[in-house]
């Protein structure tokens, strides 16, 4: 019984997708076109935290030992370094290296360096850290000062800020943009559906005299809305598959990102947390927007 009851409320829920095919057209279109916006601005919002991301990894501490530490101290100073709470990675500079970056630098004045090596060797041994999180910046720092063995430290620390300003700000954006096309979306499919539940009025004042439950009439244009949102889900999902994939491509063989370096992240990096969005998104607010529609017609 409980079976056939549960056939016949979706079996309701889709004829009327069918039935009302100008209601379910224009919801459809106005859902689809707030969706592909939804999915430009998620699609981007992620390249830019990717491309942070890369930056971030790149944005490295440098703590320089004491010039009268021995061997010894200087390993033991990088395990300590290792050990603090936030630090990624910690990569060790010698005298000798950080004399050809000096050299790599002064290419085309490399003479300016000559005397230098072995024993004159002016240049410290140091360590360049990165972080898990540029938000433990200044804690990292403050630990490895009380560190002993070290002689300073250098950082970007201004650049590390921006970075972080920047990361907060594109999250705090994409979240406003989510929320008011979520909104929009409801109350274009509430004023929609009530379309089709003030057409049927007649039908439901009806149902309600004979006895039937609220639920039992809400249940098939719960359907209908959760139905329309799927659809409109799926059809953005592909049209954004196949622009973002285009585009990606003529913007990665452009000379301008070569250039720079700045990858793309790949739809199919993207996919299972876009088709889980969408889909929520989508069966949420079809179904939102059918009860609000439905209000009305069943009070009491």
Same mark, same amino acid.
């Given at each position: 019984?409980? !079976?056939?009851? +549960?056939?016949? /409320? ?7 997708? %069918? ?8 919801? /459809? ?41 021995? =061997?010894?101290?200087?390993?033991? $100073?990088?395990?300590?370094?290792? &050990? ?15 004399? =050809? ?5 002064? #290419?085309? *004045? ?5 005397? !230098? ?15 898990? =999180?540029?938000? $433990? ?9 009380? /560190? ?7 950082? @970007?620390? =201004? ?18 943009? +989510?929320? +008011? ?8 499919? #509430? ?8 057409? &049927? &009025? ?9 006895? #039937? ?27 954004? @598959?196949? #622009?973002? *994939? %285009? ?10 990102? &070569? ?37 009305? !017609? $069943?009070?009491?």
């Amino acid at each position: 019984m409980k !079976y056939n009851i +549960l056939g016949y /409320l979706i079996g309701e829920g889709f004829s009327n997708v %069918f039935k009302n095919k100008k209601s379910t057209g224009a919801s /459809l279109m106005i859902m689809w076109a707030t969706m592909i916006i939804f999915g430009v601005f998620l699609i981007l919002s992620e390249n830019i935290n990717h491309f942070v991301q890369e930056v971030e990894s790149e944005q490295g501490i440098q703590v320089f030992a004491k010039d009268e530490a021995t =061997d010894e101290q200087i390993k033991q $100073l990088g395990e300590e370094i290792t &050990r603090i709470e936030g630090v990624n990675t910690v990569e060790y500079v010698s005298k000798e290296e950080a004399l =050809d970056q000096m050299r790599e630098k002064f #290419a085309e *004045n490399e003479d300016l360096l000559e005397g !230098y090596e072995g024993e004159n060797n002016i240049f410290t041994a140091s360590y360049v850290v990165t972080l898990t =999180d540029l938000n $433990l910046n200044t804690q990292v720092q403050e630990q490895i000062k009380q /560190l002993a063995n070290v002689k300073k430290i250098t950082n @970007a620390n =201004d650049v590390i800020a921006t970075l972080i300003d920047f990361a907060n700000g594109v999250k705090i954006i994409t979240g406003v943009i +989510l929320l +008011l096309l979520v909104i929009i979306s409801i109350f274009i499919i #509430a004023n929609t559906i009530k379309l089709t539940v003030h057409a &049927r &009025r007649k039908e439901i004042s009806i149902m309600k005299y004979v006895g #039937a439950t609220n639920g039992f009439i809400r249940w098939p244009f719960i359907v209908e809305g959760m139905i329309i949102g799927i659809i409109a889900s799926v059809i953005s999902i592909i049209v954004i @598959a196949i #622009a973002y *994939n %285009f585009i990606a491509q003529q913007m990665v063989n452009s000379h301008f990102m &070569r250039t720079v370096g700045i990858s793309l992240v790949g739809f199919s990096e993207m996919f299972s947390s876009i088709i889980f969005v969408y889909m929520l998104l989508g069966v949420g607010i079809g179904a939102v927007g059918s009860i609000i529609s439905m209000r009305k !017609y $069943l009070k009491v």
